[in-house]
C-alpha cells in the first residue's frame, strides 16, 4: 500500500471504504433511472449521500458526459475520491477492428496490439480510465456466442494474444494519458460453458484447468493487467464469485495477483440462484471472503451500509483491504493528480487522428481474413472480371460484430460500395436476406448471372447472433442461404463466398457449391475495404483459423489438440479392425477445416527443415531451421507453425500443441531461411499431482504452414 493510499484509508469512514467497491451504471448519476429500491433509495434512486460515495461507474463514456459527472461527484463528495470510469471496449471504440476472434486469425501479435492500443487511446480521450477486456478465455464450443470476442481454442495463441491485449490497452506503466488499464476477463474458465449453452455449468478437472485454461490469465496478469473480472460460471463444484480457492489460492497467491478484482454484473447476487447463498447478504460474505472488490450492479456490497455497526473484525478488514485495492488503482492511473486524465475532447473528434486510426483498422482486418478453399486459383479477380455480387451480407455495414456499442454501422461502407470501385462491371441483386427462404427477383438474377464471369455471394449471420446470450444449437448458415446458394451453382459459373461470422459455422455444405471461400470474422469498420483488396489481389489472405471448423454439428467439441485415446483411428487402419476404435459410425472424426488453416495466393512451401540438436537439456532453446520457398511470381506471406508431442509421461498429452508461429514474408521466386526457436521450458505439462514440470524423454517438434501436415523431428531431453 502506498503512503497516499495509507492516509486516505486512515481518513475514510467505514462507509466511504464500502463506497469505493460499489460500481454502478451512469444512469445513477444522469438522474434519469429510477431502478433501485430498498432503504438506500429515495424515489427509486440512490439517496445523495450513498450516491456520492460510490467508487466507479460503468458504460457511460464521451468526454463531455464523464467531465460532468466528475465535476458532480467531486463538487458534492467529501473525500473528493474520483470516480473511475469502466466500460467494454473490447475490440475499438469508435474506430472498429475485427472481433477479437479475427484479431487471433491474424496470428499476428503485432495486430492484437495495435487494434488494443488504438482501442486505448479513443476510449482515454472519451474519458474512461479502464476496459473490461481483455477476454482471454479458451473456447472449443461455437454453439457458445461469446466465441467471438475469445482467441479461440489454443492456450498457446490464447497466451500470446492475452498478453498483447494487455500490453495495448495499458501501454508502458505508469498508464499514460493515451492509455486504459485492462481487466482479464472472465475468472475463470467461462468459454468451457457446458454444451455451450450461455452462462451454464463448467465442470473440468482440476487437471484440464491447469493443462490448457490457466495459461492465458496467467499469461495477461503477468504482463500486469490492472484487474480481473470473475466469472458467471462454477468452478470445481463452486460459483467463481464466491469461491475462495479459486480466487485467493489460484488468482492471489499463485498467480500472485495484486489488482483489483471486480466480479461480473449482478453475479454476487445470482451467487443467490447458483443456490449457493440463502440472501443478498450472504452472498456479499461468499464475495468478499474470496476477495472480490467491486461488486458490478448486484446491489450486493451496499446492503454492508444498512449495518455498518454489526460487522465483523474480518468483515471490515476484507473491506480495507478491497477499498486500499481499488484507490491504490486510482493513485496508479494518476486519477488523484489529476481527475480528468486522458479526457479530451479535441483528441476525441480530430479527423487526422480518426484517418489513422482507419489505417490500423485496414491493415488488421486485411490479416484477419482466412481463405480456406481457392479451386483452380479463381481468385484474385482482375479488375476486368464481370462480377455477379450477392447475399445477405453483400450491402450491409452490418459488418462490426458485436460490443461495438460506439461503432457506427449506418456509416460503415460495404461490399457493395466499396468492390463497385474495384471492378469494372459489377451487377447486383440481394437474392435473399439473413433467414427468408424467399428469393427476391429472381428472374432479373438469372440474366444478372448469365451476363458475369463470376459470382461473389456474401454470407453469414448478423452481428446480433454472436455475442452474449447468443448460443446456438446448431452453429450454421441459415437453410435459406444454402438453398440459394444451390440455385446459384446451377448456373455453373465460378462461384466465390464471403462469409461473414462471429464463430465457426458448419460449412460443409457451403464447402461442396463454391470454388473458392473467404472466412471474415466480423472485420469491423474497415472490413469491406478489406475484403475487396483480398478479392482483387491488392494484399495476400495471411489469415488462419483461430479454432477448428466442424464439418456436423455432433462432432461438437471438436479441437487440433486432443488426445490419442488408447484406441486411435489409425490404429484400427493398421489392424483390418475398423470397428473398436474411436470413430463414429456415421461420419468423419475429421474437421471440416483444421485450427490453423489457411491459404495464400503465393505458392509458399517449406523446401527444407532441420533440427540443429536434437537433444537437449532444461534450459536450452530447441531450434529448428526452416527453408521458405515461394515458387510464385508475386510476394506473399505465409504462417510458420511449431508444434511440439510428448511421446510419453505419467499423463497424456495432446497429439500435437502448438508452441511457436510468426507471420513471413518471402518474395516472389525466392526462399527465405528462418530459425524456429522455443525454449525447452514451453515443453511443460501439468502433472497428476497438478504441479507442472518438464518430463526427460522423448519429443516430438513438428513444423508446418497449417497444423496437419507437419514436418516431424525427434527431439530427448537429458
Ligand atoms: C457481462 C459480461 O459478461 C461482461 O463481460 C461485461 O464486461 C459486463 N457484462 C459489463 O458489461
Known amino acids: 500500500m502506498t503512503d497516499i493510499v495509507k492516509k486516505l484509508l486512515n481518513k475514510m469512514t467505514v462507509e466511504e471504504k464500502i463506497g469505493q467497491l460499489i460500481q454502478v451504471t451512469g444512469d445513477f448519476f444522469k438522474g434519469s433511472e429510477s431502478t433501485i429500491t430498498g432503504p438506500l433509495s429515495e424515489n427509486g434512486r440512490l439517496k445523495d449521500e450513498v450516491k456520492y460515495m460510490i467508487g466507479s461507474v460503468l458504460g457511460t463514456s464521451g468526454s463531455s458526459e464523464v467531465k460532468k459527472i466528475q465535476q458532480d461527484y467531486l463538487a458534492h463528495s467529501s473525500l473528493k475520491i474520483p470516480l473511475l470510469f469502466m466500460a467494454d471496449v473490447i475490440h475499438g471504440y469508435k474506430t472498429i477492428f475485427p472481433i477479437p476472434l479475427g484479431i487471433a486469425a491474424t496470428f499476428n501479435p503485432k495486430m492484437m496490439k495495435i487494434a488494443s492500443q488504438v482501442a486505448a487511446s479513443e476510449s482515454a480521450a472519451a474519458g474512461l480510465h479502464v476496459t473490461f477486456a481483455p477476454m482471454v ?98 468452478m470445481f463444484g463452486v460459483p467463481a464469485t464466491g469461491n475462495k480457492y479459486l480466487m485467493k489460492d489460484i ?50 456490497y451496499i446492503t454492508l451500509l444498512e449495518h455498518v455497526d454489526e460487522l465483523s473484525k474480518n468483515v471490515l478488514k476484507l473491506i480495507d483491504e478491497s477499498a486500499s485495492r481499488v484507490l491504490q488503482l486510482k493513485k496508479e492511473l494518476g486519477l488523484f493528480q489529476n481527475p480528468y486524465k486522458g479526457l479530451n475532447p479535441e ?20 490479416e484477419s481474413i482466412v481463405m480456406v478453399k481457392n479451386n483452380s486459383s479463381i481468385l484474385p479477380l482482375s479488375f476486368d472480371q464481370r462480377v455477379f455480387l450477392t447475399g445477405p451480407v453483400a450491402d450491409t455495414g452490418d459488418l462490426l460484430g458485436s460490443w461495438s456499442w460506439k461503432g457506427d454501422v449506418l456509416q460503415t461502407k460495404s461490399l457493395l460500395f ?43 449471420q448478423p452481428s446480433s447472433e454472436s455475442g452474449e446470450a447468443t448460443s446456438m444449437m446448431e452453429p450454421t448458415l441459415p437453410i435459406g442461404q444454402i438453398e440459394y446458394l444451390k440455385k446459384l451453382r446451377q448456373f455453373n459459373k465460378p462461384i466465390v463466398a464471403i462469409v461473414v461470422t462471429g464463430r465457426p459455422l458448419i460449412l460443409t455444405q457451403v464447402n461442396e457449391l463454391v470454388d473458392a471461400m473467404l472466412i471474415s470474422f466480423f ?103 526452416v527453408i521458405l520457398q515461394n515458387k510464385s511470381n ?64 522423448e519429443y516430438e517438434i513438428m513444423v508446418g504452414l497449417n497444423s496437419t501436415d507437419l514436418v516431424s523431428h525427434n527431439l530427448t531431453i537429458e
Open 634 to 697: 508475386r510476394s506473399g506471406q505465409t504462417v510458420l507453425q511449431g508444434y511440439i508431442h510428448q511421446k510419453i509421461g505419467e499423463t497424456v498429452h495432446p497429439t500435437k500443441a502448438l508452441k511457436w508461429f510468426k507471420k513471413i514474408e518471402v518474395p516472389a521466386k525466392n526462399s527465405r531461411k528462418i530459425m524456429m526457436s522455443i525454449p525447452v521450458n514451453e515443453l511443460a505439462s501439468v502433472h497428476q499431482d497438478l504441479s507442472t514440470s518438464i518430463d526427460l524423454g
Open 251 to 300: 488468482l492471489r497467491q499463485e498467480l500472485e495477483f495484486n489488482g483489483v478484482l471486480i466480479s461480473d454484473w449482478d453475479a454476487i447476487n445470482e451467487l443467490i440462484n447458483h443456490g449457493t447463498a440463502t440472501d443478498l447478504q450472504a452472498a456479499t460474505n461468499l464475495a468478499l471472503n474470496a476477495g472480490v472488490d467491486i461488486d458490478m450492479m448486484s446491489f450486493a
Open 523 to 625: 472485420p469491423g469498420t474497415k472490413g469491406a475495404t478489406a475484403l475487396t483488396n483480398i478479392l482483387t489481389g491488392k494484399s495476400e489472405p495471411t489469415g488462419r483459423l483461430p479454432m477448428t471448423f466442424p464439418r456436423n454439428n455432433g462432432q461438437i467439441p471438436i479441437y487440433y489438440n486432443s488426445y490419442t485415446t488408447g484406441r486411435p483411428i489409425e490404429f484400427g487402419l493398421q489392424n483390418n479392425e475398423t470397428k473398436y476404435v474411436t470413430k463414429y459410425i456415421d461420419g468423419s472424426n475429421d474437421p471440416l477445416y483444421n485450427f490453423g488453416d489457411g491459404l495464400g495466393y503465393a505458392d509458399i512451401s517449406i523446401s527444407e527443415s532441420v533440427i540443429q540438436e536434437n537433444v537437449l537439456s532444461m534450459s536450452e532453446q530447441i531450434k529448428v531451421s
Open 137 to 234: 478465455d479458451l473456447v472449443r464450443d461455437p454453439r457458445w456466442g461469446r466465441v467471438m470476442e475469445s482467441t479461440g481454442e489454443d492456450p498457446y495463441l490464447n497466451e500470446v494474444m492475452a498478453r498483447e491485449a494487455v500490453k495495448g490497452f495499458q501501454g508502458n506503466l505508469p498508464i499514460d494519458d493515451s492509455h486504459i488499464a485492462a481487466t482479464v476477463k472472465h475468472f475463470a474458465g467461462y468459454g468451457a460453458a457446458e454444451a455451450g449453452r450461455e452462462y451454464n455449468t463448467v465442470d473440468m478437472s482440476e487437471w484440464q484447468f491447469r493443462e490448457n485454461y490457466l495459461g492465458a490469465y496467467q499469461s495477461a496478469i503477468e504482463a500486469q493487467a490492472k484487474l480481473v473480472m470473475t466469472s458467471f460460471n462454477t
Open 418 to 460: 466499396k468492390m463497385k470501385k474495384s471492378f469494372k462491371n459489377i451487377s447486383f441483386s440481394e437474392g435473399i436476406n439473413y433467414h427468408d427462404r424467399h428469393i427476391k427477383d429472381w428472374d432479373k438474377i438469372s440474366q444478372q448471372v448469365s451476363d458475369a464471369d463470376v459470382i461473389i455471394v456474401a454470407l453469414g
Open 347 to 366: 483528441k476525441e473528434n480530430d479527423k487526422d487522428i480518426k484517418l489513422a486510426h482507419e489505417k490500423n483498422a485496414l491493415e488488421v482486418a486485411e
